[in-house]
């Protein structure tokens, strides 16, 4: 009799454990995930992988856009672009399987978005997250003027309703390759500022690859951590 009390003893501590565990739990998972950041996440509409324009007449229109009408994009053109710039492949099996190839599949690149003009989308600057396809937004100011200034008074990059910002954590990379992670990283923005040019053509809009910039002015402008540099910035929107 006593021995059985003692076990249902046991067994009611043990529950009370577990209760106490799993609604620790549960609060952590809800205070981690998007829901407790509110408005902060945003997550986009899914991507489509059939389109309208032929790949060869996306590459035979591509050419580099510095003149940009004022009309807003939608938030399903900035959607299909982000994710032919770095996003998952849809119904992709593993988290590696990638819109962009990368060395060793460590994906040193990081994508952030000024928006100016998008339709549904408050203006501010924001960070793109591959695995829920969503984007974080970092700061409710229009940066589009200043980041034009630290690329030399590229006017173009304030007259497009939109910049994308390449950014790389180069460690990522050259933690496992050393300095040919360096070139690595490289040639990773080129594939990926090319999806971008493709993607836009397909759409109706366009860009133009932009290097010329102070890297000290455009991490300042976004708020970069150290161990980030920005490596392109690729504005979008109508030609004019
Ligand atoms: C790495 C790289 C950096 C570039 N940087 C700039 C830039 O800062 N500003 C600009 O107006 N165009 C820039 N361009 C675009 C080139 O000027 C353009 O691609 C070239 O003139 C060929 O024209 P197309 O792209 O229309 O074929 C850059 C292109 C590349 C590939």
């Given at each position: 009799?006593?021995?059985r009390?003692k076990?249902?003893?046991?067994?009611?501590?043990?529950?009370m454990v577990?209760f106490?565990l799993?609604?620790?739990?549960f609060?952590?998972?809800?205070?981690?995930?998007?829901?407790?950041k509110?408005e902060?996440?945003?997550?986009?509409?899914?991507?489509?992988?059939?389109g309208?324009v032929?790949?060869?007449?996306?590459i035979?229109?591509?050419s580099?856009?510095?003149?940009y009408?004022?009309?807003?994009?939608?938030?399903?053109?900035?959607?299909?672009i982000?994710?032919?710039?770095?996003?998952?492949?849809?119904d992709?099996?593993?988290?590696a399987?990638r819109?962009?190839?990368s060395?060793?599949?460590l994906?040193?690149?990081?994508i952030f978005?000024l928006a100016g003009?998008?339709?549904d989308?408050?203006?501010?600057?924001?960070q793109?997250?591959h695995?829920?396809?969503?984007?974080e937004?970092?700061?409710?100011d229009?940066?589009?003027?200043?980041?034009s200034?630290?690329a030399w008074?590229?006017?173009?990059?304030?007259?497009?309703?939109?910049?994308l910002?390449v950014?790389a954590?180069p460690s990522?990379t050259t933690g496992?390759?050393?300095?040919?992670?360096?070139r690595?990283i490289?040639?990773?923005?080129?594939?990926l500022?090319?999806?971008?040019?493709?993607?836009?053509?397909?759409?109706?809009l366009?860009?133009?690859a932009?290097?010329?910039?102070?890297?000290d002015?455009v991490?300042?402008?976004?708020g970069l951590?150290?161990?980030?540099i920005?490596?392109y910035?690729?504005?979008?929107?109508?030609r004019?």
């Amino acid at each position: 009799m006593k021995l059985r009390l003692k076990l249902s003893r046991l067994t009611l501590r043990g529950l009370m454990v577990s209760f106490i565990l799993n609604s620790t739990f549960f609060v952590l998972t809800i205070f981690l995930s998007g829901e407790a950041k509110g408005e902060k996440m945003i997550k986009l509409p899914k991507p489509e992988t059939k389109g309208k324009v032929s790949l060869e007449e996306a590459i035979n229109r591509r050419s580099s856009v510095r003149n940009y009408s004022s009309k807003p994009l939608t938030l399903i053109q900035l959607s299909q672009i982000l994710w032919a710039a770095g996003g998952k492949r849809v119904d992709a099996a593993t988290e590696a399987s990638r819109t962009i190839p990368s060395a060793g599949a460590l994906y040193p690149l990081e994508i952030f978005v000024l928006a100016g003009k998008v339709e549904d989308l408050k203006e501010g600057l924001y960070q793109y997250h591959h695995i829920d396809h969503s984007i974080e937004l970092l700061r409710e100011d229009d940066l589009r003027k200043e980041l034009s200034r630290s690329a030399w008074g590229q006017d173009f990059l304030v007259q497009a309703p939109v910049d994308l910002v390449v950014v790389a954590e180069p460690s990522r990379t050259t933690g496992v390759y050393g300095e040919r992670g360096e070139r690595f990283i490289q040639i990773e923005v080129g594939h990926l500022g090319q999806n971008v040019s493709l993607q836009a053509e397909a759409l109706g809009l366009s860009t133009c690859a932009v290097g010329a910039f102070d890297d000290d002015g455009v991490s300042k402008v976004l708020g970069l951590k150290k161990d980030l540099i920005p490596l392109y910035i690729l504005p979008l929107g109508y030609r004019k």
